[in-house]
């Protein structure tokens, strides 16, 4: 086992603070070819998207081209980085050698974007790979062989990033509903990082009552003692639709949620999932985005724009 003792998470200390607001893109996606939406749309375009809704960071990842033009595209623009690292645990290897190939790939990154990129998160919903027998929210629920992978991999990618730039915030998440016992299992095994993150969509509910079994899901995140962040968020039953205006009025509500509540969960940013519609995907995941396939605004846009127009002093 790469983790220590168990230690007991305590509720975090929050104070009054603002909301840091961002989106989500796919700009590590090169083979997807010209027509994809995030290779068709150009980052300055991206960056000018973001900016034009109020919206000051960007969670995404590179390859290729992309990651020499990112960060100064960014920077340019006035728009902070979050990267994504979406390394996959190998299913083949044990822990060890997971925690070897996440190091030494998060280590160099970290080392060649220091000074441009600071704030990392470890891989995307790696409890959803682990995958699980219940609703996510105890530890004994979760598939023991593939979690201790995943365990190598995380924390592999938590200490190369610190150890490429040891001023680097490393985020783990959970894809939301009441998976937060994934992250207890890390953290009980004695993982690690500097901020938590989950990901909330209009069929989980509440974020304070989840569907899942009514649970304070805020609140538990906070109690890990860290700040938290929402990285993705958005309505995926009007995205399934289509239906703009259900999906703007959605994203208007839970953004007045979270400014709500933010002191009381540490909540210190928030991410709407995604900037551009992918509609070479199918269901939800087509029409995510708040602005086309080709840039173009939509309702959500407008929403989100007007949310954080009335929300300034």
């Known amino acids: 086992m790469l983790g220590g003792c168990a230690l007991a998470p305590s509720l975090a200390q ?9 989106a989500n893109g796919h700009n590590d996606r090169p083979d997807s070819g010209p027509n994809y939406a995030y290779n068709r749309v150009s980052l300055a375009e991206q960056m000018r998207l973001l900016t034009g809704a109020g919206l000051t960071w960007y969670r995404t990842g590179c390859s290729g081209s992309s990651c020499g033009a990112l960060p100064a595209t960014a920077k340019a623009h006035g728009v902070k980085l979050l990267w994504g690292l979406e390394r996959w645990p190998d299913a083949h290897a044990d822990e060890h050698a997971n925690y070897r190939g996440a190091f030494d790939y998060a280590a160099e990154i970290a080392r060649r974007y220091r000074g441009q990129i600071d704030y990392f998160e470890a891989s995307n919903e790696v409890d959803v790979w682990v995958g699980m027998n219940g609703d996510g929210s105890d530890p004994s629920q979760y598939d023991r062989e593939r979690y201790v992978r995943a365990r190598g991999l995380i924390k592999g990618l938590i200490d190369g ?15 939301g509903w009441c998976h937060y016992g994934f992250l207890r299992m890390l953290w009980n095994d004695g993982i690690r990082w500097d901020i938590t993150a989950f990901h909330w969509y209009a069929k989980q509910g509440s974020f304070e009552q989840a569907g899942c079994n009514k649970a304070n899901v805020a609140e538990i995140h906070a109690s890990f003692g860290l700040p938290v962040w929402i990285t993705e968020f958005n309505s995926d039953i009007g995205a399934k639709a289509n239906d703009q205006p259900a999906s703007a009025a959605w994203v208007s509500a839970v953004m007045a949620q979270i400014r709500d509540v933010a002191p009381k969960y540490s909540i210190q940013a928030a991410f709407v999932y995604e900037l551009l519609d992918e509609p070479n995907l199918t269901g939800a995941e087509r029409y995510f985005g708040i602005a086309d396939e080709n840039g173009q605004p939509k309702a959500t846009y407008r929403a989100i724009g007007a949310a954080l127009t009335q929300a300034q002093p």
Request: glycine share 8%; no cysteine; net charge negative.
């Open 14 to 22: 929050s104070s009054d603070q603002s909301i840091q607001w961002g």
């Open 161 to 175: 990033i610190h150890a490429g730039n040891p001023s680097a915030k490393v985020l783990v998440d959970d894809a």
